[in-house]
């Protein structure tokens, strides 16, 4: 069955640094989205992105944020200069665009900025 | 205001009885979807059931479905004969409007399936 894959699993960085996190969406989706959960807390929206473009974004998603469709297959999102409040799990999440609009979800990586 | 609203923090269930995860939403729109999500311990997030705002009948989807009662704003997660890997977290989520829009997502409810 298909799925959504992130890498890394578990990114450490210092505060200040950037970082890029990477994931592959289903092959033939459309729509795709990034999440953050800081832990013990909620799922958050951060933006959402359909044809090479953002078409929604957060509060969260400021001028830090970026996101990128570099090729066919990759989705990334960079943090230019992370700050402590950063820490979260990252999840990245792709839907189709037909059927029931369910997102479907990669496993997340766990961003610790020290 | 919550959009999402999920009153239980934690719930504990017997192995093989059924469970009633609640979730109440706040939604201006006529159109918009709710959505589950299973979340182990293990991190990542499990789809489980979909409610369409304008279904008539509750969603079903194997031991889960949806008490959907549209007037009251609930869109409750009913899980039969609960399982001990059934023990995880769970969200109850919402898209407004568009169908490709993003989810809000409620706090989420610890479930623990004791043997």
């Known amino acids: 069955e298909p799925e959504v894959t992130q890498t890394p699993s578990h990114q450490v960085t210092q505060m200040g640094q950037e970082v890029i996190l990477r994931c592959v969406p289903i092959?033939?989706?459309?729509?795709f989205y990034w999440y953050r959960q800081i832990l013990g807390q909620k799922v958050e929206f951060l933006v959402s992105?359909?044809?090479?473009?953002?078409?929604?974004k957060s509060e969260i998603f400021d001028d830090q944020f970026s996101v990128e469709r570099p090729d066919g297959s990759n989705f990334t999102l960079k943090i230019r200069s992370t700050k402590l409040e950063d820490s979260a799990m990252y999840f990245c999440?792709?839907?189709?665009?037909?059927?029931?609009?369910?997102?479907?979800f990669g496993p997340g990586t766990r961003l610790t900025v020290t | 205001a919550q959009k999402i609203t999920q009153t239980q923090p934690g719930m504990f269930v017997q192995e093989k009885e059924a469970v009633t995860l609640d979730c109440t939403y706040d939604?201006?729109?006529?159109?918009?979807?709710l959505f589950w999500y299973k979340q182990p311990s293990s991190g990542e997030m499990i789809f489980l059931i979909y409610?369409?705002?304008?279904?008539?009948q509750n969603a079903t989807e194997g031991r889960y479905s949806l008490n959907f009662q549209k007037a009251r704003k609930s869109a409750n997660l009913v899980i039969s004969a609960s399982q001990l890997g059934d023990s995880a977290m769970y969200f109850c989520?919402?898209?407004?409007?568009?169908?490709?829009?993003?989810?809000?997502f409620g706090q989420g409810t610890t479930l623990q399936v004791k043997p």
């Open positions: 939604t201006s729109d006529q159109s918009y979807g």
């Open positions: 092959s033939n989706h459309l729509y």
């Open positions: 989520a919402m898209r407004e409007g568009w169908n490709t829009g993003k989810l809000i």
């Open positions: 409610q369409g705002s304008y279904d008539e």
């Open positions: 992105f359909y044809n090479n473009e953002i078409s929604e």
């Open positions: 999440a792709s839907m189709s665009g037909t059927g029931i609009y369910e997102q479907y």
